[in-house]
Every structure is written in structure tokens, then in C-alpha cells.
């Protein structure tokens, strides 16, 4: 069973600081979403990144896919209110039988306080 | 519009109560799965169905049925439910992209189930 651990759990910044989001697993991934959660909705999709060192840019938040395809991160520089919710990351592993399966880290609850 | 439908939102049940979430996709998808999430846990696959008849257990199976007699509905099945199995639950459509080196992944909105 492949595992994703997401830290940390919680964070609690003030306006305008930098933050990152760390995505580990001993299992190689083919490719690693980042979703964001709002209460009482789906997940939605952030970002995709396939290639191994692949580096993603969406604003102000950048993600990285290590170069060995089993870690991510989530950077987001000066946060804004805007921000706070849920982010999950899930890998996927596109071959074979097990295709269309993710599999989610544990989910990071950011608060950016004004 | 491509989306995946649940019904219902929202169910508060008693232990032992049988009960049914419905799933559609109305893009022909194949892959279908059913998640729940918990609190500190993220999502947890319980079933997927690769398609039309073909189904098969997930991580957290225990409790749970599912069936695909089409291929755009997906139902998940309480047959005994009991408190916890409170969770809040995704019914997922995978659209197959290889070209892209990933699939594509279409949520519905959720369905809070309460088990008292």
C-alpha cells in the first residue's frame, strides 16, 4: 500500500508571511496533485506535476516534484486571508491495474490571519 | 456541463438502517471510486470500478458494497451502518489521459453521512 504523509497537520501564519507544505513517500508516484478544500465541497485541483524536478508556478504558490518522483511541496509566498483552507496532496500511479486511484496525504489546514 | 452528481448531501441514520448514496458521471468515464475522508486522514479509496460490471475493494472496504450495472452510475451501499462509519464522502470519475502522464480526476460535491 503506497503511503503519502503531509506535513505539517495545521498552520497558523499572519498576512503576508511565506509557508510550504511538504508531501514525503517511500513509493514512487507517476504523478503528484495538489488539491485545495473548501468546507462542504469537493476537492478541487490545483496543480499537476508529472516530470520528476518538475517545478509549477500558480501565482503566488509554487510546487515542486522531487527529482525522484516521491516527494512534493507546496510553497506560498506572502499569504493572504484568501488562502486559509484545506490542501491536499494525492499521487497517483497512471500504469497498469491500479490507474485513476489516489492516493491523499493527510491534508494541511492553513489559517492566514489578517 | 461534465460533472459527477450525489444524492443525497446530507443523511443523519440510525445503526443498522440500510441505506444507498447514488453516483452518476455523464461523461462516459470508466473508472469510478468511492472515498471517504476523516478528519487527519485525508481521502481513503473504499471501492472503484474499472467499469461496467467490474468492481473491486479499495484501502477501507469493511461495511461497504458498491455495483456498476451502468456505466454512469456508481452507487455505494450501507447495508448495516454503524457510528463509524460517519464520514463525509467523495464519489470520483477518472477520465484516462495518458498522454498527459496523469488522469484526470472529476469530484462530486460530497455526501455528510451521520450514523447515530
Known amino acids: 500500500t503506497q503511503l503519502l504523509e503531509q506535513s505539517p497537520q495545521f498552520l497558523s501564519i499572519q498576512e503576508g508571511e511565506n509557508l510550504t507544505v511538504y508531501c514525503n513517500s517511500s513509493?514512487?508516484?507517476?504523478?503528484l496533485q495538489w488539491y485545495r478544500q473548501e468546507p462542504g465541497e469537493g476537492p478541487v485541483l490545483l496543480v499537476t506535476v508529472v516530470t520528476g524536478g518538475e517545478v509549477k508556478k500558480l501565482k503566488r504558490l509554487t510546487f515542486q516534484f522531487g527529482d525522484a518522483r516521491k516527494d512534493s511541496s507546496l510553497h506560498i509566498t506572502a499569504a493572504q486571508p484568501g488562502d486559509t483552507g484545506l490542501y491536499l496532496c494525492?499521487?497517483?500511479?497512471?500504469?497498469?491495474?491500479?490507474?485513476?486511484?489516489?492516493?491523499f496525504g493527510q491534508g494541511t489546514i492553513l489559517t492566514v490571519h489578517p | 456541463e461534465a460533472q459527477v452528481t450525489q444524492n443525497p448531501r446530507y443523511l443523519i441514520t440510525v445503526t443498522g438502517k440500510k441505506l444507498t448514496v447514488t453516483c452518476s458521471q455523464n461523461?462516459?468515464?470508466?473508472?469510478m471510486s468511492w472515498y471517504r475522508q476523516d478528519p487527519g486522514l485525508g481521502l481513503r479509496q473504499i471501492y472503484y470500478s474499472m467499469n461496467v460490471e467490474v468492481t473491486d475493494k479499495g484501502d477501507v472496504p469493511e461495511g461497504y458494497k458498491v455495483s456498476r450495472k451502468e456505466k454512469r452510475n456508481f452507487p455505494l451501499i450501507l447495508e448495516s451502518p454503524s457510528p463509524n462509519q460517519t464520514s463525509l464522502y467523495f464519489c470520483?470519475?477518472?477520465?484516462?489521459?495518458?498522454?498527459?502522464?496523469?488522469?484526470?480526476?472529476?469530484f462530486g460535491p460530497g455526501t455528510r453521512l451521520t450514523v447515530l
Open positions: 494525492a499521487g497517483e500511479d497512471a500504469g497498469g491495474t491500479s490507474y485513476g486511484k489516489l492516493t
Open positions: 470520483a470519475s477518472t477520465k484516462r489521459t495518458p498522454v498527459l502522464g496523469y488522469n484526470e480526476q472529476f
Open positions: 513509493s514512487v508516484f507517476s504523478s
Open positions: 461523461m462516459n468515464h470508466e473508472y
